[in-house]
T-cell receptor, first 114, second 116 residues
């Protein structure tokens, strides 16, 4: 299994541009999530999905959209990039085992908005 | 809602010395607890997790953590660190009810720097 994959690894945008961060997993996990990581703030949840066709907002959803048309893919869209969205973005999928759940993270996308 | 506090932003330690990275959490309901490690320019890797049962949890790379419900703590320990343990470590918590795995709450991280 490739696990959780993310593309691109790096991206530079100008303010106002839009783009889509791709995330895919081949483990047939139902749950997927997007986080952003900023210095001194840990990881914060942007959006999540409990299955194909179902998404919901996390802690910091403003400026981002998601969709989940298939179990495998969970893209994150920046509608109009702002410098405040400069960050490292991580996608995760969740494996449920008995009473517990474990999240597996992709390698991240480093985004710079000028 | 739950929260996680990692008391130390940086922990310097000499190689082969023991280390403890502290994590305290706050929650009104039962939780699952996790430690993740992030090596430079990489994603997060699961070190260990507490779901239920024994309060002493062993993970990869010789790390272990102890869940202390009365002190709401989940401190990470290693008896003898190696230079390759230099990384950032994140404590995280999620509720046990309603399949809370999508809503991990992370601490702000502890940078472990192992020196020769």
């Amino acid at each position: 299994n490739a696990g959780v994959t993310q593309t691109p690894k790096f991206q530079v945008l100008k303010t106002g541009q839009s783009m889509t961060l791709q995330c895919a997993q081949d483990m047939n996990h139902e749950y997927m999530s997007w986080y952003r990581q900023d210095p001194g703030m840990g990881l914060r949840l942007i959006h999540y999905s409990v299955g194909a066709g179902i998404t919901d907002q996390g802690e910091v959803p403003n400026g981002y959209n998601v969709s989940r048309s298939t179990t495998e893919d969970f893209p994150l869209r920046l509608l109009s990039a702002a410098p405040s969205q400069t960050s490292v973005y991580f996608c995760a999928s969740t494996y449920r085992e008995g009473e517990g759940e474990t999240q597996y993270f992709g390698p991240g996308t480093r985004l710079l908005v000028l | 809602a739950q929260s996680v506090t990692q008391l130390d932003s940086q922990v310097p330690v000499f190689e082969e010395a023991p280390v403890e990275l502290r994590c305290n959490y706050s929650s009104s309901v039962s939780v699952y607890l996790f430690w993740y490690v992030q090596y430079p320019n990489q994603g997060l890797q699961l070190l260990l997790k507490y779901l239920s049962g024994s309060t002493l949890v062993k993970g990869i790379n010789g790390f272990e953590a102890e869940f202390n419900k009365s002190q709401t703590s989940f401190h990470l320990r290693k008896p003898s660190v190696h230079i390759s343990d230099t990384a950032e470590y994140f404590c995280a918590v999620t509720r046990t009810l309603t399949g809370g795995g999508n809503k991990l709450t992370f601490g702000t991280g502890t940078q472990l720097k192992v020196e020769l």
